[in-house]
């Protein structure tokens, strides 16, 4: 029976890339149905009432949302090329790390980039107490999941993907060599993958966009949450 | 070898519950270790040295931490009887995203502003604490379970909050049984298992216990 698989995204999101490398990693053959955020069509809306957000995986006409779930379930239902580990108890340190990843990780460095001055001192603080879990995750790795991207790999991948371009809007580095010499081998390695690196949005698009949004943040005070 | 599992919990924690429900459908036997979160342990910070919190699991001297990953694992090893999730991935997937939904809504939180705050801020919790359980209501639909015939892992992943429903009742008068009769109803049938019954403590004790942890009277 023809599969028919479908990847609502947009061109950038960071969670939209976790399903379709993983749909690559597998060659599992699927259409990109682009959307406009600031205008979501009505089949986005149908597909993912209770978030209404990109990614959504429609396979054979049953939706999913959630780009870590739907990362488990490409796994399940394509066997070829396991993403994720084994052991169930390796499986569940990635399950945490991930999670790590995306409740605060990813807040707190984007805090630092929309933050201005006391609070962003701070935000770079929390960011590094973030961080550094996940330079020593790569002890003695050459990717999180191992030899080979995995499951947590593409999941961080965001983190290849987003902090040079916000470093190089905002004139601040954030992940510097002194500090996080593995996490920066691991953004090379993670980008050089051929598969990575074709999917790789255009360099200065992703910085005209960010400026556009990093900017809006900005004279405001920071978000408070 | 005898399998080796000890989990650090307190007694009140709704996320500690879904691991003893967890344990307790698979009938694995366990030490059990109460933490005290004002002065936490040698052992919860060296075993989650990241966020510092409960419920962990530490087996055969590793440890798992966060209760839905918990769950995840124990269903994972002890795969030989009542799983928690469905054998099909598409369903295993939707169990997924609504565990995970109910815990992006953070209910605990919004139950707490229901209960501490006043006026506008407390109009506005409760009305998002209703449509989180409506949603789920929902979500239910005509199913004795979320897990369908079976109780599963979204069941457990809810049910563990029913025992502050009492709380928010009795404080905010108004009665989920008139707002949400499927997810009250559903809250009973699930009660009826021992798993769940021997861990959700009596709901007028958490309605005391609340009454002393946010000093209300």
Known sequence: MAEEVKVFRTWSSPFAFRVVWALQFKGVPYENIYEDLSEKSSLLLHYNPIHKKVPVLVHNGKPLA??????EYIEETWKQTPLFPEDPYERATARFWARFGDDQVLPS????FIKQGKEREEAIVTAHGNLKYLEEELRGKKFFSGEKIGFLDLAFGWVANLVSVFEEIQGLTLIDHEKYPLLLAWIQNFMDDPIIKESWPPRDKLITKYQALLGSFIPKE???K | MADELVLLDTCVSMFGMRVRIALAEKGIKYEYK?????NKSELLLKMNSINKKIPVLIHNGKPICESLIIVQYIDEVWNDRSPFLPSDPYQRAQARFWADFFDQKAVYAVGKKLVTTKGEEQEAAKKEFL?????MERELGEKPYFGGEKFGYVDIALITFYSWFYVYETLEKFSMEAECPKIVAWAKRCM???????????????YKRVLELYGLK
């Open chain 1, 109 to 112: 460095v984007f805090g630092v």
């Open chain 2, 131 to 135: 449509e989180i359980y409506k949603t």
């Open chain 1, 222 to 224: 920071a978000a408070e």
């Open chain 2, 34 to 38: 109460e933490q005290d979160l004002t």
């Open chain 1, 66 to 71: 959630e780009s870590l779930v739907i990362l």
């Open chain 2, 192 to 206: 009826q298992k021992e798993s769940v019954a021997k861990t959700l403590p009596d709901q007028k004790k958490v």
